[in-house]
């Protein structure tokens, strides 16, 4: 069974950067295509960043393009989302999931795993 721990979450002024890590545990990441997501209060849970487990070629939501960096480390069998130029709309639970699949995985998938999230704050 992966298990999925996500870290890095805090309080940040507008402008300022967070690293958020998803560590796992059970198996290796590197046969999963994995994503962040975010849920704000009262809105839908939604896509902002994938890899996939095949090239390790990323894809971002338009929200954060420019401004978020997804990746993987094998050797640590982690995935980091580097967040830069945050807003305070980017106040949300973030959340890191793995999907078994070969390749890359829209955002709408199933995903299999789920962590259990870690809160961003952006204020000032």
């Known amino acids: 069974q992966l298990q999925l721990v996500e870290s890095g979450g805090g309080l940040v002024q507008p402008g300022g950067s967070l690293r958020l890590s998803c560590s796992a545990s059970?198996?290796?990441?590197?046969?999963?295509?994995m994503g962040w997501f975010r849920q704000a209060p009262g809105k839908d849970r939604e896509g902002v960043s994938s890899?996939?487990?095949?090239?390790?070629?990323?894809y971002y939501a338009d929200s954060v393009k420019g401004r978020f960096t997804m990746s993987r480390d094998s050797a640590k069998n982690t995935v980091y989302l580097e967040m830069n130029s945050l807003k305070p709309e980017d106040t949300a639970v973030y959340y890191c999931?793995?999907?078994?699949?070969?390749?890359?995985?829209?955002?709408?998938?199933?995903?299999?795993?789920w962590g259990q999230g870690t809160q961003v704050t952006v204020s000032s």
């Open positions: 059970g198996h290796t990441l590197d046969y999963y295509a």
């Open positions: 999931a793995a999907a078994r699949i070969d390749g890359y995985v829209p955002f709408s998938y199933d995903y299999d795993y």
């Open positions: 890899i996939s487990s095949r090239d390790a070629s990323t």
